[in-house]
């Protein structure tokens, strides 16, 4: 190499092309380093990710993308991408990372958020040849030169440079000298208590004057420039001084390059990982009062471009749950995949930021950053991040997402990470919060990942991989369409080609990436007894689910059971807007018997039968990532009748039929459900009902008056939390009131819609009021769940009297598995308050039911 043996400490940078082969500059790089020399790399174009070059043992990278400066202003979102994405790498290795670039390109950078990595961008077309000192030491308008192409010329000039360099302080203007009439720029070095003058202009032998009065003066002579040098003493110290008062404040861009290039050198140590923890799943299901709880052991393996779930030991409410290595009956709910994740470099600038002050995580001070889409109408998130001020690794990020379309209206997720003690920062704990309006079921979502455990670039990765390939335990892989599940040697529809495992591994068969669990038949049977029903309530029927129905994306939900039934369906999106569209069904073949008060006393010749039958159809749309409208249609219909117990003069009620508008705000915060809601409704050929002749009979006064039309509306607020994977509670508020309400347009606690336990049909039917309804579920052991319940409303039933009454009801449930893969229920209730159909304080409802997924 045409250098001088000894180059400390100048910084060289040797050029070399992106993706060139390491022989081609490594013993260069070495060469110069071990001369003393700051060795860097000067690479021309923008290096891949894995490009060697990424990773050489330099101090710097100076990257040159001069040749991109006639690069399409369309391609320019494309060469800030890549040039990001190699300048975070750099810098989270902790290289010095200098940018060149044409002019035009320079300016195009500066403004795409590349100053928060910390770089210095030269905006140079070409870079000029250095002939002599006089070039690189008086030549302040270029800070880059490029060494003579000749090698003798470039030895002496860097050997000259080299016994200046003793001399060389930082170049801090500080005053002037002269030489005669001739002024000689200084500059100081602080440090080292010194001041230099440089000059091509002063002749030898004359004299040099420092402002500094008395103080002596060195001159060097090298090559036609002339170093003089004042060094002075501790009476003569800097009149002037510098001091730093605090830590520079940085920008919200800076902090989140900063971290880029943190996750980028993190990314770059980790070749493959295996986590292990637990995941619980809770929702709401029909036919379960408790919250349905889905439980696993959760492995995932991360690496060589594929991301897989293996899941151990699943139980549905303490049940297990065998897939056979199949695709299980168990579909899988997620929202629509995020364009890209906040403080990711990405190809377009996807988000804003916003440094919203600090905070303390688990003793950590952090940077709290608020992000937001920059097209809010756009698959997204928007939410704060927390990034430890010392290493910018990311400790919490807790963000909604935006721009949903399909069946999950709301996502909430909160992550949280720990470092595993070598620097790397690890997800510890995933909270994500959903609603899920799908077909005869709005549910709130709650999904809880728990890693207790990270295996980091394991050397039998593969191997273990492959054995839970071979396993019967369920399996998922993170596509780019979502989770799929792996079903083994080939089972189910296959949509991708079979992923064999690794060659010298352990394995027993492939996995093939399946469809998602899109039908699933449940067979229900059971019996329900309630003292309002005219007799006890059988039913067994089955129940069939379909998440794409004829392949067009629509849920439909049916279930029939001799004697009652229901079907619904529900559009995620409507021609791939933001609106859905939903309906549902229900009917009864048994009649309730709607038993009437008058001062809490029972009026049996009031008493009459009513079989009611519903159907409703709405539309959807979120509106923001946490609210959205409903606009819904519903039809009722109640056919009345005579029972035993009449009265002849009796009035019966004109079959019910019953147009209404419904309007709604749902949202969801914190794990919180809350809606909103008001009704307007009209019965069509309502007539007046009761007795005919008034005073024949004593009628409650406040059921003289009967209205066609009547308004109803409430609020509602839910929370579902898995507090582990065995414990899991519910609670549930709602308020509700209305306008020219009677006894049958009233509220009324129900075996089938507002539940309040122990109490029958029809039991209560009040104008205003509040519930309060809780549950708590619990697995006991492996193969047995306990519920409990306790509900309470404070509501006016006119027929108690015109003031409020408290009802209460307690519960319990217990669920066990039994043969041939069913699930059996058996729930209680008693009502404190509620009055048998024989006049006694204290109601029992009973539902035993059996369900069974194939």
């Not at 008062?245 to 971290?259: K, M, P, Y």
């Not at 052991?297 to 151990?312: F, V, W």
Request: proline letters at 6%; glycine letters at 10%.
């Amino acid at each position: 190499m045409a250098l001088p043996l000894r180059l400390e400490p100048v910084q060289v940078w040797l050029r070399v092309a992106a993706g060139a082969p390491g022989p081609e500059w490594e013993a260069a790089l070495r060469d110069v380093a071990a001369r003393g020399a700051r060795a860097g790399l000067q690479i021309v174009g923008i290096p891949s990710p894995d490009d060697p070059l990424l990773a050489a043992a330099a101090t710097s990278i100076l990257f040159d993308v001069r040749e991109l400066a006639d690069a399409p202003a369309a391609a320019l979102d494309d060469v800030v991408f890549r040039l990001k994405r190699a300048v975070a790498l750099a810098r989270g290795r902790g290289l010095e990372v200098e940018i060149l670039a044409a002019p035009p390109l320079a300016a195009a950078l500066e403004g795409r958020g590349l100053a928060g990595f910390g770089v210095t961008v030269h905006a140079i077309e070409q870079v000029p040849i250095a002939r002599s000192l006089r070039d690189l030491l008086l030549d302040r308008t270029h800070d880059l030169w490029e060494l003579p192409r000749d090698a003798v010329a470039a030895h002496a000039l860097v050997a000259d440079l080299m016994r200046l360099w003793p001399w060389l302080p930082p170049l801090v203007p500080y005053g002037s000298m002269t030489c005669g009439t001739i002024r000689i720029p200084a500059y100081a070095d602080f440090a080292a208590t010194q001041i230099v003058g440089v000059s091509d202009a002063c002749p030898r032998g004359a004299r040099v004057v420092p402002e500094q009065p008395g103080a002596s003066v060195e001159r060097l002579d090298v090559d036609g420039v002339s170093l003089f040098r004042v060094s002075l003493t501790s009476q003569d110290r800097f009149a002037e001084t510098v001091g730093v008062s605090g830590a520079a404040s940085l920008t919200a861009d800076e902090i989140v390059a900063r971290h880029q290039s943190q996750a980028a050198r993190q990314a770059a140590e980790i070749s493959t990982i295996i986590s292990s923890g637990s995941l619980t799943l809770t929702f709401e299901a029909p036919g379960f009062v408790a919250p349905l709880t889905i439980t696993s052991r959760t492995i995932i393996y991360a690496g060589n471009g594929r991301t897989d779930l293996q899941q151990q030991a699943i139980r549905v409410n303490g049940a297990a749950f065998e897939a056979g290595g199949g695709v299980p009956r168990l579909p899988i709910i997620e929202p629509e995949r995020a364009a890209a994740p906040p403080l990711a470099i990405t190809l377009n600038e996807l988000y804003r930021y916003r440094l919203q002050g600090r905070d303390t995580i688990d003793g950590r001070p952090c940077y709290v950053i608020a992000f937001e889409p920059r097209d809010r109408r756009a698959p997204l998130y928007a939410g704060r991040a927390w990034i430890a001020a010392d290493a910018f690794a990311m400790v919490r990020v807790s963000a909604v997402q935006t721009g949903l379309r399909g069946p999950i209206t709301a996502s909430e997720q909160t992550d949280e990470f720990r470092d595993d003690g070598h620097g790397r920062w690890l997800l510890a704990r995933s909270d994500v919060r959903q609603t899920y309006e799908g077909a005869s079921v709005r549910t709130p979502i709650h999904r809880l990942l728990i890693l207790d455990g990270h295996d980091v670039n394991a050397p039998d990765f593969e191997t273990r991989r492959a054995a839970a390939y071979a396993s019967n335990d369920v399996m998922l892989r993170d596509t780019p369409d979502g989770f799929r599940y792996l079903t083994k040697e080939g089972r189910g529809k296959a949509e991708a080609e079979r992923e064999t495992p690794a060659a010298g591994s352990a394995a027993d068969g492939p996995r093939a990436v399946a469809g998602r669990a899109t039908r699933v038949r449940t067979l229900a049977f059971g019996v329900i007894v309630d003292p309002n029903i005219s007799r006890p309530l059988p039913f067994a029927g089955l129940s069939y689910v379909d998440f794409d129905l004829l392949g067009t994306g629509t849920q439909f939900n049916g279930f029939f059971g001799g004697a009652f039934g229901q079907l619904a369906f529900s559009v995620p999106s409507i021609a791939g807007s933001r609106w859905q569209l939903a309906g549902r069904a229900f009917g009864i073949a048994a009649s309730y018997n709607d038993r009437a008060f008058d001062q809490g006393r029972e009026q049996y010749a009031q008493n009459i039968l009513q079989r009611p039958a519903q159907a409703a159809v709405w539309a959807l749309r979120p509106l923001t990532p946490r609210v959205s409208l409903r606009l819904e249609y519903d039809w009722d219909y109640t056919r009345f009748g005579r029972s035993e117990s009449t009265d002849a003069l009796f009035v019966v009620p004109a079959n019910q039929v019953a147009h209404g508008a419904r309007v709604g705000v749902d949202m969801q915060r914190g794990g919180w459900q809350v809606s909103l809601w008001g009704s307007a409704a009209h019965r069509v050929g309502w007539r007046r009902w009761g007795y005919a002749t008034p005073g024949l009979v004593s009628t409650p006064a406040v059921e003289t008056r009967s209205f066609a039309s009547f308004q109803r509306y409430g609020a509602s607020a839910l929370r579902s939390l898995a507090i582990n994977p065995r414990l899991v509670t519910r609670i549930e508020m709602a308020w509700m009131a209305g306008r020219d309400l009677d006894r049958f347009s009233r509220y009324s606690f129900g075996s089938f819609d507002n539940r309040l336990h122990g109490y029958p049909s029809a039991l209560i039917r009040y104008d205003r009021g509040a519930v309060l309804r809780s549950a708590l579920a619990w697995s006991a052991a492996k193969a047995v769940r306990l519920d409990a319940f306790a509900d309470t409303a404070q509501v006016r039933d006119p027929g108690f009297g015109r003031r409020f009454h408290n009802f209460t009801g307690l519960g319990a449930a217990l669920e066990v598995p039994a043969p041939f893969g069913t699930l059996l229920s058996a729930e209680w209730g008693f009502g404190l308050q509620g009055l048998d159909p024989d006049g006694h304080r204290g109601t029992h409802v009973f539902r035993i039911a059996g369900y069974k997924v194939f």
